[in-house]
């Protein structure tokens, strides 16, 4: 998962800084929040068996009975995404420090330093 968020950092800031000068914070926190659905689909794909989901899941913080009961739900991969034990375990701030970069936060940046070098 290193080496894709790197990827995905480095596509990321590519395309923003490509388009940072465009009023597009909507779209940013858009792109932003199904990022992260799709990086949650891909963690619950590594963890292939329920056993391996259970004890992930009870390692990022949630309590047995619930991991137990989510790690069953099978490969619904974007309903498991959209599920609330999954977004409490892997939040964005745990994404964010695993190394995943925000779209939304990166464009802020950016779009406010292309604005004021172009007043000047």
């Known amino acids: 998962m290193e080496a894709l968020f ?12 490509y388009f940072a000068i465009a ?19 891909k963690f619950w794909k ?3 068996k ?6 992930e899941l009870q390692k990022l913080g949630i309590d047995q009975d619930m991991a137990r009961r989510t790690a069953y739900w099978g ?8 599920c609330k034990c999954i977004n409490k375990a892997l939040s ?4 964010k ?3 995943l970069v925000s779209c939304a936060e990166y ?14």
């Open 97 to 99: 420090n695993r190394g």
């Open 92 to 95: 964005n701030k745990e994404l």
């Open 6 to 17: 790197k990827r995905l950092a480095s596509k990321i800031r590519g395309w923003i800084n």
């Open 107 to 120: 464009y802020r940046t950016q779009h406010s330093k292309k604005l004021q070098a172009l007043m000047s």
């Open 46 to 48: 590594l963890w292939k």
């Open 50 to 55: 329920p056993s391996m989901r259970q004890k």
């Open 75 to 82: 490969n619904h991969y974007m309903l498991v995404a959209h």
């Open 23 to 41: 009023s597009m914070t909507g779209h940013m926190n858009k792109v932003d929040q199904m990022l992260r659905v799709r990086v949650r689909a």
